[in-house]
């Protein structure tokens, strides 16, 4: 247990300091430069450090029994190009055919840096580290009360043309755990392509890869695929977009049979 928190520990610090000097490294002027800047796709993280607030709305079938809704609420801030941090709110709602519940998830506290250096060639690099703060309920199987989430992530991004390219991928690190817990590491790898169709209209299609490295139930994978659109609805009002996409399994192992997500972003 010592050894697991020493790592944690190590992880955090490493991240926090070398990215402190990593956005130190930028100057005033970059930081009012928009630059080489990527879309926020739905289901997929966004790779580039934003200022906005976002209202998420998603509907999630699990099976035939049980079906579930989940309200987020996230607010990122940039502090300069290169670095940004994002709090994320939900609350979830579960349904089945005996009861039902609604409790407040995990709140997810993210750090979020961007890499420049090869912006001449239209690639972004970057990296993070988010954390789930146990606010949840483990007795309705919403998030924990006492389970904290670390998740280090690292993305990348490459624009030709009217295309943007995004990778992310993060893995989970369960901390505080009680004797006889199970300790499971979750490895996600998304994948979105976004096609600019017009100023206001963007197609979005997405890929990813959810899977339990380690635990007692042993090695497991769900692919999904998730085609979306986002639009700019008003004119002359750029801040505000919304998207609408829904995502299906590709494989036997899965989570759930279908999500509808709805999406409000406003930028500032």
Do not use: C
């Amino acid at each position: 247990m010592l050894k697991s928190k020493s790592i944690l520990l190590f992880i955090t610090l490493f991240t926090f300091a070398t990215g402190y000097i990593f956005a130190q490294g930028h100057s005033e002027e970059e930081e009012h430069h928009e630059g080489l800047h990527f879309s926020h796709p739905l289901f997929t993280e966004s790779i580039s450090p934003d200022t906005k607030f976002r209202f998420d709305y998603q509907y999630s079938k699990i099976d035939d029994n049980t079906k579930s809704s989940e309200l987020h609420l996230e607010y990122e801030y940039a502090f300069n190009r290169a670095f940004s941090v994002a709090v994320t709110a939900p609350y979830v709602f579960i349904s089945t055919t005996q009861n039902s519940m609604s409790n407040l998830g995990n709140i997810e506290l993210s750090f979020k840096f961007a890499n420049y250096v090869f912006e001449h060639s239209n690639l972004l690099l970057g990296y993070g580290l988010s954390f789930g703060l146990p606010t949840g309920n483990d007795s309705k199987g919403i998030g924990s009360n006492y389970v904290t989430d670390l998740e280090p992530f690292f993305n990348m991004g490459y624009m030709t043309g009217d295309f943007e390219f995004t990778f992310f991928s993060t893995f989970g690190i369960p901390a505080n755990l009680h004797k006889g817990d199970n300790v499971e590491n979750d490895l996600n790898l998304q994948l979105a392509t976004i096609y600019n169709i017009t100023y206001r209209l963007q197609g979005v299609l997405e890929f990813n890869r959810e899977s339990i490295v380690n635990g007692n139930t042993g090695s497991s994978a769900g692919w999904y695929i998730a085609p979306g659109i986002k639009v700019v609805p008003f004119n002359n009002i750029d801040k505000i977009i919304l998207g609408l996409g829904v995502r299906f399994p590709l494989s036997d192992s899965k989570d759930f049979n279908s999500q509808v997500l709805f999406s409000m972003f406003y930028h500032f």
